[in-house]
């Protein structure tokens, strides 16, 4: 990231910081969990503003960035950033490009469901992640998010990708609970690239779930 970059991904991320501390009711647990060099984080997706997860990250991170690309000014400032175009313009190349960040000593941030889900429920997670830890080796950060049904709200502003309607949900003031676990390995197991992928992913997902769990029972009323 040159020094351009770092400086609209720092003004970017010390807002969000000021948003969140002042006007959102947003605890995190975890943070001890976050282990030095390249790492993978991963969280499940509620809202448009998952992207908050930067300002608890202690390093600046390569973000997988889907429709909000398609905005020919956002998709500047991330590539100025160096965060990763994921429009289907691009797609083919996501998986190599965060490899190679990633093999610089990188992190990368992404939700590999795509699209928002319903609160408590996981969705479909697609490969790409699963594919970038398998070819790079870097340890997977699973991140649980959890903010209460009554709290979100949905806004007017909707994005259009190949026919496809992307919503802009969000919890403006909270709660939005944030449950970082212990960063692993994933056991690529199976005999095709196929059947590891899906390995991979059963297991992030998996640890994605019980996070979100944890904070259901025993962390919501802290």
């Keep these: ?77 991330a590539a100025m950033c160096d965060q990763i175009n994921a429009m289907p313009s691009n797609r083919r190349n996501v998986v190599s490009e965060a490899v190679e960040y990633l093999r610089r000593g990188g992190s990368i941030f992404m939700n590999p469901e795509g699209d928002f889900q319903e609160t408590f429920r996981l969705g479909r997670f697609y490969p790409g992640v699963a594919r970038m830890q398998r070819l790079s080796g870097a340890p997977i950060v699973p991140i649980g998010v959890l903010a209460p049904r009554s709290r979100l709200r949905e806004y007017a502003f909707t994005t259009e990708v190949n026919g496809r309607i992307y919503r802009t949900v969000a919890a403006p003031r909270g709660p939005y609970c944030v449950n970082i676990g212990t960063a692993f390995i994933p056991e690529a197991i199976g005999e095709t690239d196929a059947e590891r992928d899906e390995a991979i992913l059963g297991q992030i997902r998996s640890r994605i779930e019980a996070l979100v769990e944890d904070i259901r029972v025993n962390r919501f009323w802290l």
């Design 1 to 77: 990231m040159n020094l351009v970059g770092r400086i609209i991904y720092d003004t970017i991320v010390g807002g969000m910081k000021l948003y969140r501390r002042l006007l959102m009711d947003a605890p995190v647990w975890g943070r001890s969990n976050i282990p030095e060099g390249a790492k993978i984080y991963v969280s499940n997706h509620i809202t448009s503003h998952e992207i908050l997860l930067l300002t608890i990250f202690p390093e600046r991170v390569h973000v997988v960035v889907g429709p909000a690309c398609k905005s020919r000014v956002i998709a500047r400032m």
